[in-house]
């Protein structure tokens, strides 16, 4: 099996020579593997490259190459997108350049990948064995967390045994994808090559520990954040667009009902739970045949489970809403209606995870036993069905 290790750069020379001594060790006794860095850096990295593929030219290392881009286009995804393309092997592992990834797991990914018949092999922070340590502080972790979260909210099916469609390490088989299709920006490539297409690639995973960076500085920053949620929204808005819809008109006739009821003399308070129990209801019944539709029969719950789990969750959420409301109200002498529109959008997230992460979950399937090539039955792939909503045009 052929190898070519992909690593896109930014200003990570004082990494590059102990990430290729590694590597070196990592694919010995790999026939045709090699190296690709994909370099956006602005200060000596390149030299720093050249430098360290001149010395393995010399010692008959693994063969380390490079494309240095002048222009950035698309940020990292898009130095992935372009170093898969120079790909010549059967499959490419992606990493980052910083040593958080750890070299040596990089035969392990690809091996996994080709014994089991996968397309993308995926290693995991999340799954047992796995370990997020590496991210700076208790808020990276967190952000790193909700993330993940949110993504799998979005794409229910496509990332049903994904725990770390984030990762920036994984494995993938060249010939399962259509570069062509995949729209980089920013800097999650994994989710846009596990979203973005029209079957459902085969993909397993493998823990690995996130180690602490060996040197240069993060990259992560508020504007960083903001493209993933960009990136998101340029995927697939789909189930989120249908649930907002819903949500939105919901929050419509909500504010109507708590307007009409307050106007003919009742109290704000006996008016805002009237018209949560009108709005939940309604909305419930609009999910199940326009949201989630596709997820019916898939998850652990019948009708009236999911029924129960989502008036109680709904429920809890509008009695705390409405006690907000209530303080608000009291302690700032805002008008009901406003207050209640601002608290309702905030909610509108909260709800959306939690239908799409525990009422409409779709169980995982069984993982595939190593030398065994995976099942695909009729209009499923391995994460599920690839259905019209879980594809991104």
Do not use: C
């Given at each position: 099996?052929s190898i070519?290790?992909?690593v896109?750069?930014?200003?990570e ?5 102990e990430?290729v001594r590694?590597l070196?060790?990592?694919l010995?006794g ?7 860095f ?7 990295t390149?030299?720093v ?5 001149a010395e393995q030219?010399?010692s008959g ?8 881009r ?6 990292l995804?898009?130095a992935?997108?372009?170093g ?14 910083d ?5 040596e797991l990089?035969t392990?990914l ?8 996968l397309?993308?092999v995926v290693?995991?922070?999340?799954i047992?064995?796995g ?9 990276r972790?967190?952000v790193?967390?909700?993330?993940a979260?949110?993504a799998?909210s979005m794409?229910p099916?496509?990332l ?8 920036g390490?994984f494995?993938?088989?060249l010939g399962?994808l ?6 980089p920006?920013?800097?999650k490539?994994?989710?846009e090559?596990?979203?973005r ?5 085969a ?5 690995f520990?996130?180690g602490?960076r060996h040197?240069g500085s993060s990259?992560?920053?508020l504007?960083m954040?903001l493209r993933?949620l960009?990136?998101?929204?340029s995927l697939?808005?789909?189930?989120m667009?249908r649930?907002?819809i819903?949500?939105?008109?919901g ?5 109507l009902?708590?307007w009409?009821?307050?106007v003919?003399?009742?109290h704000?308070l006996?008016?805002a739970?009237i ?5 939940i209801?309604?909305?419930?019944a609009l ?6 539709r ?5 998850g652990?719950?019948?009708f009236?489970s999911?029924?129960?789990?989502s008036v109680t969750?709904?429920?809890?959420e509008?009695v705390v809403r409405?006690?907000?409301l ?5 302690l700032?002498?805002f008008?009901?209606?406003?207050v209640q529109?601002?608290?309702?959008a905030?909610?509108?997230l909260?709800?959306f ?10 169980r ?7 030398g065994?090539?995976l099942?695909t ?7 599920g069905?690839?259905s019209t909503?879980e594809?991104?045009?």
């Amino acid at each position: 099996m052929s190898i070519t290790v992909v690593v896109p750069t930014f200003n990570e020379g004082p990494n590059v020579a102990e990430l290729v001594r590694r590597l070196d060790e990592a694919l010995e006794g790999t026939p045709g593997a090699s190296v690709l860095f994909v370099d956006d850096s602005r200060d000596d990295t390149p030299s720093v490259i050249e430098r360290v593929a001149a010395e393995q030219a010399a010692s008959g290392g693994v063969p380390v190459r490079m494309i240095h881009r002048e222009v950035a286009d698309g940020g990292l995804s898009g130095a992935v997108v372009e170093g898969l393309r120079a790909v010549g092997t059967e499959w490419a592992v992606v990493m980052d350049g910083d040593l958080q990834h750890p070299p040596e797991l990089a035969t392990v990914l690809a091996t996994r990948g080709r014994e089991a018949g996968l397309d993308v092999v995926v290693a995991s922070r999340y799954i047992g064995g796995g370990d997020a340590g590496g991210l700076d502080g208790h808020w990276r972790r967190a952000v790193s967390t909700v993330s993940a979260l949110l993504a799998r909210s979005m794409f229910p099916l496509r990332l049903r045994n994904v725990t770390d469609p984030l990762t920036g390490f994984f494995a993938v088989r060249l010939g399962a994808l259509d570069l062509d299709a995949l729209r980089p920006r920013g800097f999650k490539i994994l989710l846009e090559i596990l979203a973005r297409g029209k079957r459902a690639l085969a993909v397993g995973e493998e823990p690995f520990v996130f180690g602490e960076r060996h040197g240069g500085s993060s990259k992560a920053t508020l504007r960083m954040g903001l493209r993933y949620l960009e990136q998101l929204a340029s995927l697939r808005f789909g189930r989120m667009s249908r649930f907002a819809i819903i949500g939105g008109m919901g929050a419509v006739w909500n504010v109507l009902i708590l307007w009409a009821l307050t106007v003919l003399g009742m109290h704000y308070l006996g008016a805002a739970v009237i018209a949560a129990a009108v709005t939940i209801s309604v909305n419930f019944a609009l999910q199940e045949r326009f949201v989630f539709r596709d997820l019916l029969g898939q998850g652990r719950f019948g009708f009236w489970s999911r029924l129960a789990h989502s008036v109680t969750f709904n429920g809890t959420e509008a009695v705390v809403r409405t006690a907000v409301l209530g303080l608000i109200v009291e302690l700032s002498g805002f008008w009901a209606v406003p207050v209640q529109g601002a608290l309702l959008a905030v909610a509108f997230l909260l709800r959306f995870v939690f239908h799409s992460q525990w009422v409409y979950r779709p169980r995982r399937t069984a993982p595939p036993r190593l030398g065994d090539a995976l099942p695909t039955p009729p209009g499923h792939g391995v994460l599920g069905a690839a259905s019209t909503d879980e594809r991104v045009q």
